[in-house]
């Protein structure tokens, strides 16, 4: 399961407080995503980039900041802004926006 | 904005039995629709993708359907087997609002032994 790497596993954070997520690639994507899964929901988009020193909102951008100063590398940080954080957080990546993305292991993020 | 529906949100069948999960659309200009199986604590993983340009596509016990006209599309699981519980996605990537892929909600999947 080697080719998407996110860190930490579990991250456990005080109410304001920033943290970040990490994501790493060496499948040499252009495009990569992050992602907050919420039980029993399915996955909603925070930000993508499809290339270098570009990236967009997604629908649940608000309260989230991210940065792509690397190609193998897309991390999330999660401001204080963002009034419920907990959450499964999944970085993704993709050859190109129109084919399969590879997801990493996930980030578990608890508020204390 | 876009949305993908989902249905059912919860399918168990039993060991050997058929499976069929229901996705619908609302972006016409939909044009890649992926399908993820997530097993427990794992990341979601790609099992069978489609694109506009098909109607059908069969990888062994996995078949997905599209009917554009209506906008959906549909996931196939044959003989089903206990491995197979997990919760599936599909997905629709189109071109508005910047190539965005729209996730389903999501269908967990029970095969009984």
């Known amino acids: 399961d080697g080719g998407i790497t996110q860190s930490p596993k579990y991250l456990f954070r005080k109410e304001g407080q920033n943290v970040t997520l990490s994501c790493e690639q060496n ?31 997604g629908d649940i951008a608000e309260g989230y900041s991210v940065s792509r100063e690397k190609k193998e590398s897309f991390p999330l940080t999660v401001t204080s802004a963002q009034k419920n954080p907990t959450a499964f957080y999944l970085c993704a ?4 926006t129109n084919n399969e993305q590879f ?3 996930g980030t578990r993020l608890t508020v204390l | 904005g876009e949305n993908v529906e989902q249905h059912p949100s919860t399918l168990s069948v039993q060991e050997g039995d058929s499976a069929v999960i229901k996705c619908t659309y609302s972006d016409s200009a939909s044009n890649y629709f992926p399908w993820y199986k997530q097993e427990l604590g794992k990341r979601p993983q790609l099992i069978i993708d489609i694109r506009s340009n098909v109607g059908e596509k069969k990888d062994q016990r996995i078949a997905v359907t599209l009917n554009k006209t209506a906008k959906h599309f549909s996931l196939h699981i044959t003989e089903t087997q206990p491995e197979d519980s997990a919760v599936y996605f599909c997905a629709a990537r189109g071109h508005t609002g910047g190539f965005k892929t729209i996730f389903g909600a999501g269908t967990r999947l029970f095969v009984k032994a």
Request: hydrophobic content about 30%; proline content about 5%.
């Open chain 1, 27 to 57: 499948l040499n994507h252009d495009a990569m995503y992050w992602y907050r899964q919420d039980p029993g929901q399915g996955l909603r988009l925070i930000y993508y980039s499809q290339i270098v020193n570009d990236f967009q909102k």
């Open chain 1, 93 to 96: 990546s993709s050859v190109g």
């Open chain 1, 103 to 105: 997801f990493g292991p």
